[in-house]
Every structure is written in C-alpha cells, then in structure tokens.
C-alpha cells in the first residue's frame, strides 16, 4: 500500500510539472491576441501579485509576414516606456526591435508575424503590486496604439 501511495503522489507531481491547461489555474499563465489591425486584445491584464513567475503567450491572429506586421510583448514601467520604444525602433528586427541588454524591460518577446505564436516567462521580483506597468508592441510605429497597462493585484 505504502508503494501505491508514493506512486499516485508522484504522478500528482507530475502532472502538475506538465504545465498544461489541464492543471490548475493560478493565475500566472496570461495570453493575448494582435491581429493586422494594429490593436492587442486587451489594453488592461492583471496577474495575482503571489505570482512569482508570469507566462505571457502572444498569438498573431492576423495573416501579414513580421517584417510588415510585426508584434511582439514588451513590459517596462511607464516612465520607461517611450525610452524602450524609441530605442527599440533603432535596434531593428534582428534584435526584435528591443535594445540588447536593455536593463528598463522587465520582460519582451520576440516579433512574430501572422499565424505564429510566442511566449515569455518573467519574474515578478522587483516589481510592485498595484502599480500600473506598461506593455506595448515595440515595432516602429505601433507602440502608441499597441498599449495597455499590466498590474500585479
Ligand atoms: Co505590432
């Protein structure tokens, strides 16, 4: 009996490792959408601030190739925002339109294009509950409209 225990313990454990939707939802596991329009589905996302890690999925819903429609994921304060936007446009799509080694961007996918999908994990340390973050699409003239605020409650 005691082995028996030990192995329904252990795959307990493992399908909460696997990740997948199937286990349970704290909260830390975010997704959006972008589409040709311009536009991110969402201009608020929120995550629990017992949150140690965040995953943020972007999915390009639209059909246009990155280098015409690119959209990526980017988080920084709002005071850094325009900075990291401005310095991104410079660094160009080899470098996915984000400064290397930028130390204001807490967190920033890749650009991707339509139909494709992608995702970043970050941690919470060092940012602060109830403050309003900013996240926005760094691709050079998209970060004025593709915005929204990203809060730790
Ligand atoms: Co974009």
Same mark, same amino acid.
């Given at each position: 009996?005691?082995?028996?225990?030990?192995?329904? $313990?252990?795959?307990?454990?493992?399908?909460?490792?696997?990740?997948?939707?199937?286990?349970?939802?704290?909260?830390?596991?975010?997704?959006?959408?972008?589409?040709?329009?311009?536009?991110?589905?969402?201009?608020?996302?929120?995550? %629990?601030?017992?949150?140690?890690?965040?995953? #943020?999925?972007?999915?390009?819903? $639209?059909?246009? %190739?990155?280098?015409?429609?690119?959209?990526?994921? !980017?988080?920084?304060?709002?005071?850094?925002?325009?900075? !990291?936007?401005?310095?991104? $446009?410079?660094?160009?799509?080899?470098?996915?339109? !984000?400064?290397?080694?930028?130390?204001? #961007?807490?967190?920033?996918?890749?650009?991707?294009?339509?139909?494709?999908?992608? +995702?970043?994990?970050?941690?919470?340390?060092?940012?602060?509950?109830?403050?309003?973050?900013?996240?926005?699409?760094?691709? %050079?003239?998209?970060?004025?409209?593709?915005?929204?605020?990203?809060?730790? +409650?």
């Amino acid at each position: 009996m005691k082995n028996i225990s030990i192995y329904t $313990g252990m795959m307990t454990l493992l399908i909460a490792l696997s990740g997948n939707s199937a286990s349970a939802d704290d909260g830390c596991n975010l997704s959006l959408g972008a589409a040709d329009n311009m536009q991110f589905s969402t201009k608020a996302m929120s995550a %629990p601030a017992s949150c140690e890690n965040i995953t #943020v999925t972007l999915n390009h819903t $639209g059909q246009f %190739p990155k280098n015409a429609m690119g959209h990526n994921w !980017v988080l920084t304060t709002e005071a850094d925002f325009k900075g !990291v936007a401005m310095d991104g $446009g410079s660094a160009g799509l080899k470098n996915n339109y !984000v400064k290397e080694g930028d130390s204001r #961007v807490i967190a920033a996918t890749a650009i991707i294009g339509g139909g494709e999908s992608t +995702s970043v994990t970050f941690s919470t340390g060092g940012m602060t509950a109830g403050t309003a973050y900013t996240f926005f699409c760094s691709f %050079p003239g998209h970060w004025g409209i593709m915005k929204g605020t990203f809060t730790l +409650s």
